[in-house]
Every structure is written in C-alpha cells, then in structure tokens.
C-alpha cells in the first residue's frame, strides 16, 4: 500500500503522456507505475512491472546506475534533480530523459522512492543552437578520461561557447562546465560499483588530480564519500569515515 500522497501523485499522471513515474521500495521493487511506464517496457498493464526490479528490464550497465542511484538516495536522503540518463525499452532502444529522484516520507508508510522522467527533446539538426547538443553530449558521454573542456564540447556542437551555454541551460538546466563535472562523477560512481580499482585508479580514470579531489566533489554531490558509496550499493557495512 502506498502512502496517500504518493498515490496522489501516481494518480495524477496516471495517463499522462511523455511523463513517467515510478514508486519503489527501499529493496528496489516498483510498488507503482503510470501507463507511459508501462509502455515503455513495451508491458500490458501495471501487474506486469509491479514487484519487479529494474534488472528485469533494463541491459545491466543501466541496471546497476539506477540500483546506485537508489542505494544513495536511501543512504543519504539528497533528491536528485533534473538529471540526464538514458533509458531503454524492452527493444534496447535508448532515449535521453530528466530525471528527478526523492525519498519521500509519510507518518505509519516505510520511505518510498519517487522518481519522475520526462524526455528530453534534444534537437539534432536544424539551425536551432540546441541542434547540435546532442553531439556534445554523445562527445560527454564518450570521454573516459575526464580531460574533455567545455570548448571540446563547443566544436562537436559547432556551436560558440556562450552558444553551448545557453542551449544547455535551456535544455537540461545546467551549464557545460556542471554538466561535464557530473558526467565524470557518474562515471566515477559506476567504476565503483561495477569494479575493484582501487579509488586512486578510479580518480586517475576520471581525470581528478587524486584521490582526495575526487572524494571532495564526490561527497559534495552524493552525500557520501567514494568508499561509503561503494560500500553501499554492494550491500557491505559502509565506513564511517
């Protein structure tokens, strides 16, 4: 049983269309879903995703993120707002969306996690300065250093800086300096969940002077440090410090 307020709000856009929403438990279940949801796994009805996980339907390198995603919002309780990430459907297809992300409690109900996606219209042709967004993003998404600059991301946009800067401020709220700051972050947060390298390698990886840079921006955005995060998402006793 949800708590009321949430039902509230499932209820509220239950049919609408370009907008998803999901309910899940502090165990990774989907305890709700809208209809847009449900087509998007290319599902029937509701009963088909409720009780399941994202590994039932996600590849598992997204899988993994979202489990991440959730594992630091219920360790540390910080919304994730308006945040880029792709989502597939049930044919593999993989589409930008934002995503906004909250631990939300209700007096006598457990926390629930509620998220809400909405596709992001990212141009890819035209004379529009967004059209070519898309390829600083793809260019973001493909960088495993983390040396890529904000005029990198400018010449694949083919756009000038302060062009680049209002087409992503536009799109998805950030500037590119901040966006390229959570890619590297949300590449750092995968290596660590997904691998053994030590956080010094992940660091190097991602394109931190050290260690030490990388836990300060780390703890900044996620609430934990590199080794409570990875302790987290893998079910082990996190340490205190």
């Given at each position: 049983?949800?708590?009321?307020?949430?039902?509230?709000?499932?209820?509220?856009?239950?049919?609408?269309?370009?907008?998803?929403?999901?309910?899940?438990?502090?165990?990774?279940?989907?305890?709700?879903?809208?209809?847009?949801?449900?087509?998007?796994?290319?599902?029937?009805?509701?009963?088909?995703?409720?009780?399941?996980?994202?590994?039932?339907?996600?590849?598992?390198?997204?899988?993994?993120?979202?489990?991440?995603?959730?594992?630091?919002?219920?360790?540390?309780?910080?919304?994730?707002?308006?945040?880029?990430?792709?989502?597939?459907?049930?044919?593999?297809?993989?589409?930008?969306?934002?995503?906004?992300?909250?631990?939300?409690?209700?007096?006598?109900?457990?926390?629930?996690?509620?998220?809400?996606?909405?596709q992001a219209h990212i141009a890819v042709r035209g004379h529009d300065p967004g059209a070519g967004?898309?390829?600083?993003?793809?260019?973001?998404?493909?960088?495993?250093?983390?040396?890529?600059?904000?005029?990198?991301?400018?010449?694949?946009?083919?756009?000038?800086?302060?062009?680049?800067?209002?087409?992503?401020?536009?799109?998805?709220?950030?500037?590119?300096?901040?966006?390229?700051?959570?890619?590297?972050?949300?590449?750092?947060?995968?290596?660590?969940?997904?691998?053994?390298?030590?956080?010094?390698?992940?660091?190097?990886?991602?394109?931190?002077?050290?260690?030490?840079?990388?836990?300060?921006?780390?703890?900044?955005?996620?609430?934990?440090?590199?080794?409570?995060?990875?302790?987290?998402?893998?079910?082990?006793?996190?340490?205190?410090?």
């Open positions: 049983m949800l708590p009321p307020s949430t039902q509230l709000l499932v209820d509220l856009f239950e049919a609408t269309p370009h907008v998803m929403i999901f309910v899940k438990d502090q165990h990774g279940h989907y305890l709700a879903v809208n209809d847009m949801f449900v087509r998007r796994m290319q599902r029937q009805r509701q009963s088909d995703v409720v009780g399941y996980c994202a590994d039932d339907f996600f590849p598992p390198d997204l899988a993994i993120a979202y489990r991440a995603q959730d594992q630091s919002l219920l360790r540390t309780g910080l919304p994730v707002r308006n945040q880029l990430e792709i989502i597939t459907d049930a044919h593999g297809r993989r589409e930008w969306f934002l995503t906004t992300r909250l631990l939300h409690h209700d007096k006598g109900f457990d926390p629930v996690i509620v998220a809400v996606s909405t967004l898309q390829a600083a993003i793809d260019l973001a998404g493909r960088d495993r250093q983390g040396r890529l600059r904000v005029i990198d991301l400018a010449r694949a946009a083919q756009l000038t800086t302060d062009q680049l800067e209002r087409a992503m401020r536009n799109v998805l709220g950030v500037s590119p300096k901040q966006y390229l700051m959570r890619t590297r972050l949300d590449r750092a947060a995968m290596l660590l969940a997904t691998t053994d390298l030590t956080i010094s390698d992940v660091a190097a990886k991602c394109g931190y002077y050290d260690q030490s840079q990388l836990t300060k921006y780390f703890k900044a955005a996620m609430g934990l440090t590199p080794r409570q995060y990875r302790a987290t998402v893998r079910n082990e006793q996190p340490p205190s410090q």
